[in-house]
């Protein structure tokens, strides 16, 4: 099993999505996901499409990287350009990929969606290609 680590800012929303649609859709690949500067909470417009889409899970929480960083893992990909600037130094050297999409946070429930069609299509594959 290859473990994928999601980085964004505040953890809320573009990178729970892409943690539930790895877990959902990739065969073989588990992944979580982890803020830089981590909100505390998952976006509600973000939890009520992950639910929609039935691929919402209780333990996608907005996590700090310390309870993460000594998890071994295969990639991480960052999805906000804050987090690539200020992605920090793991323990162990691991492949980064960064793939940027815009924050749905405070806008409409279509916001979501898009972010959520835009990252099943875009990065998924990437990260299928970056762990070959």
Known sequence: MKKVLILCT?????SI??????NAKLEGI???S????ASGRVNPNA???????GI???QYHSKTLDTVIENDYDLIVTVCDHANETCPMFPKPIAKIHV??????????EAFEQTYKEIESVLL???IEALK
Do not use: H, M, T
């Open 10 to 14: 505040g953890n809320s929303c573009r």
């Open 17 to 22: 999505i892409a943690e539930a649609l790895i």
């Open 30 to 32: 588990s992944a979580d």
């Open 34 to 37: 982890s803020g830089v500067k």
């Open 47 to 53: 939890k009520k499409l992950l639910e929609e889409k």
């Open 56 to 58: 919402w899970k209780e």
């Open 100 to 109: 940027g999409f815009e924050d749905p946070d405070g806008k409409g429930f």
């Open 125 to 127: 594959p990437k990260v």
